[in-house]
């Protein structure tokens, strides 16, 4: 793997960074179609995660997503907080004891989702944050077993990531709160669609500018 887990501070703050930036937008959304505090609870786990940002990048990957999963749980709260919890906890526990490469890391994140779906007894097609996450693991085990150049790789895990989030506008939501508006959810974005896109391409931003001028 050519990123250490020394970048986990630079990540974490480009994450808790694009949240700031678009929180009115995501507001809205939740707000029409779930109860409006996604970026709230999400903030939470963002705030406790910059607090500790230094600590976690001592630890190695498999360590380190395992400890973001547990402050992500115990603090973003709503269905979002069990549900990206998983997702690291899943990730760290999956990638853990093995070499760390592409390969290990795309199975290890396809595992990972498969431990969302799980959780949330949901799939993509529900208009939730997997229509980012599925179509995202997707891509990134397609591109490690075609061996795609990492920037090729990160390239197209945005792509992926923000058309994952554009095809929840006109799906029916059938998992979380927005289910209960029915028919009403048609025509907006989900809002855990859009936190999901935002934190995966801050954090390919992240990657890709260090891929291209390795730290000193
Ligand atoms: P809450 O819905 O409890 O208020 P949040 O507002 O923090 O929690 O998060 C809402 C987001 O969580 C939704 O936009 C959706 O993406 C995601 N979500 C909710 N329920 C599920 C589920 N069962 N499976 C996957 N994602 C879900
Ligand atoms: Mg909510």
């Known amino acids: 793997m050519p990123f250490t887990s020394s970048l986990l ?9 694009a949240i700031a930036k678009n929180a009115e937008e995501i507001t809205l959304l939740d707000q029409a179609i779930g109860d409006g505090d996604h970026v709230t609870n ?16 001592q630890l190695d990957w498999p360590a380190a997503w395992q400890k973001i999963g547990m402050v992500v749980m115990s603090t973003i709260g709503g269905a979002s907080g069990s549900l990206y919890g998983t997702l690291f906890v899943a990730m760290g526990k999956a990638a853990s ?8 890391f795309s199975e290890a994140f396809f595992q990972a989702v498969e431990a969302v779906k799980h959780r949330g007894k949901s799939d993509a097609g ?3 944050m997997l229509d980012v996450l599925v179509p995202v693991a997707k891509n990134i085990q397609e591109a490690a077993a075609s061996s795609l150049p990492l920037s090729k790789l990160l390239e197209q895990t945005k792509q992926a990531a923000i058309a994952g989030m554009e095809s929840t506008r006109d799906m029916l939501a059938t998992k ?20 999901s896109q935002l934190m995966i ?5 992240v990657l890709h ?7 000193q």
Do not use: W
């Not at 999400?42 to 990048?57: C, K, N, Y």
């Not at 289910?179 to 959810?185: A, D, I, N, V, Y």
């Not at 391409?201 to 931003?205: K, P, S, W």
């Open 97 to 104: 004891a093995k070499e760390l490469n592409v390969q290990s």
């Open 42 to 57: 999400l903030q939470r786990g963002l705030d406790a995660l910059m607090m500790q940002r230094t600590e976690i990048s």
């Open 9 to 17: 501070p630079e990540l974490i703050e480009a994450t808790a960074e």
């Open 201 to 205: 391409c801050a954090v390919v931003d």
């Open 209 to 215: 500018a260090h891929l291209t001028t390795p730290p």
């Open 126 to 128: 529900e208009k939730t």
């Open 176 to 195: 979380g709160r927005a289910s209960f508006l029915g028919e009403r959810t048609k025509g907006h974005i989900d809002a855990g669609a859009m936190s």
